[in-house]
Structure formats: C-alpha cells, structure tokens
C-alpha cells in the first residue's frame, strides 16, 4: 500500500525553540497533504490543508503564523512550529490521499514535547 | 452537535465474540465513509472503506445507512489482535478533508 513517512518520529524541544517536522509520500504524488494533531485520549483535529505550490489552508483557531506550512515539491510538505510553548506538545500527524481516491494514508507521527 | 459521533467504550469481549459499533454523522452532503484502525501511540490506519451497499473484508462488515446518517462496523470472532480504537472517519464539506469521530476503544480478552 501507500506508504507516508514523518521525520522526526519523536522530538523534545525547549519552550520558545522552533521544530520542523516533515512529511513524504514515499511511492506516490500528493499534490495535497493533511496535518493533524492528537491530544491524549482525543480524536485528531485537522490542523490545515497543505497544498503544492500555493499556500496552505487553516482550519478555524490554527495560527498561521504559529504553524507553517510548506508543501514545496509532488513528495513533501512541511510543518514548523514556532517558539514552541509546552502546551504545543502534541501527536501530530500528515496524511496524504491517493491521487484518484478518497483514501488517506497516514504518517506515523511525531510525538512534540515541549519543555 | 458533533460531526461524528461514536460510543467510547470500551467493549471489553471475549476471544470469538461478535462485536458491532455504530456510528452517526450530521453532515447528509458526506460522500465517503471509512473505518479507521488506531493503536495506541500509533497513526491511524485505514480499515476500510464503506460503501452504500455494505461491503465485507474477511472477519470485518461496514454497512452504511445513508436514510439514517449512520454506520456501522461488525467484527466476528474477535481476537486478541483486534485490540484498538475505531474510528469512524467520514469526508467533511470540502473535498478530501476527513472528519473523526472520537474512536471506540475495542478491548478482546482472552
């Protein structure tokens, strides 16, 4: 099947530091990618709407400037969380659907813990 | 209201048993409809799709009651293995965006 990677897997940062997190589709083009986040014992919430080529797509309550976004090639998209407070620590997690599909495939996360 | 809407649990169940969880979503414009599988600390990972006509993957059935705005997911003779959250995920109001619903913890014993 599809396969999406996140890189890193697990990061702990110190509060006010910046952390890039990425996202590939290893064996297909995403011309759209999905971030999400996960508290403990909650659903995943839809962050924003990375799209190639053009700005990203916030849902309401997601800073902008807080979160960003970059969807630079067909395989990667990009989220960076700026001066990291610990209340960013999170699961979060980018899918991407299968050009002709409505199937997402997910990443395997990355774990933020901000101290 | 929610979106999507599922009961927590858990279900604790015997090896073997029969299982069925339902699920319900507001959004009667929704086209696509899955079943997700999470375990704990991991991404979700799709379980299948459901289709209007219902649709069978071995031990596991989803049926979709679109009159209704639910659906559902029926796991015979559990196992062990079947441990998870399951989580009802239907497409939101644009596109491919993806709606959660909060995940029912399925919990087999042996």
């Known amino acids: 099947g599809a396969v999406v990677s996140q890189h890193p897997s697990r990061v702990i940062c110190k509060s006010g530091t910046s952390v890039k997190i990425e996202c590939r589709s290893l064996?297909?083009?995403?011309?759209?990618m999905f971030w999400y986040r996960q508290f403990p014992k909650q659903s995943l919430m839809l962050m924003a709407t990375s799209n190639e080529g053009s700005k990203a797509t916030y849902e309401q309550g997601v800073e902008k400037d807080k979160f960003l976004i970059n969807h630079a090639s067909l395989t990667l998209s990009t989220l960076t969380v700026t001066s990291a407070h610990p209340e960013d620590s999170s699961f979060y997690i980018c899918?991407?659907?299968?050009?002709?599909?409505?199937?997402?495939?997910f990443g395997p996360g990355t774990r933020l813990t901000v101290t | 209201r929610k979106e999507v809407e599922q009961d927590p649990g858990p279900f604790n169940v015997p090896e073997g048993a029969t299982v069925a969880f339902n699920c319900t979503y507001s959004?009667?414009?929704?086209?696509?409809f899955f079943w997700y599988r999470q375990d704990c600390r991991k991404e979700p990972k799709l379980l299948m799709s459901?289709?209007?006509s219902g649709n069978e993957d071995g031990r596991f059935t989803a049926q979709l009651n679109r009159a209704s705005q639910y659906i559902s997911l029926l796991i015979r003779d559990s196992k062990l293995s079947d441990s998870a959250t399951y989580l009802c995920v239907v497409n939101g109001e644009y596109g491919n965006k993806l709606v959660f619903g909060a995940g029912t913890i399925l919990r087999v014993k042996s």
């Open positions: 899918s991407a659907p299968m050009r002709g599909t409505r199937e997402q495939y």
């Open positions: 959004n009667s414009a929704s086209q696509s």
């Open positions: 064996d297909f083009q995403a011309t759209t």
């Open positions: 459901v289709y209007s």
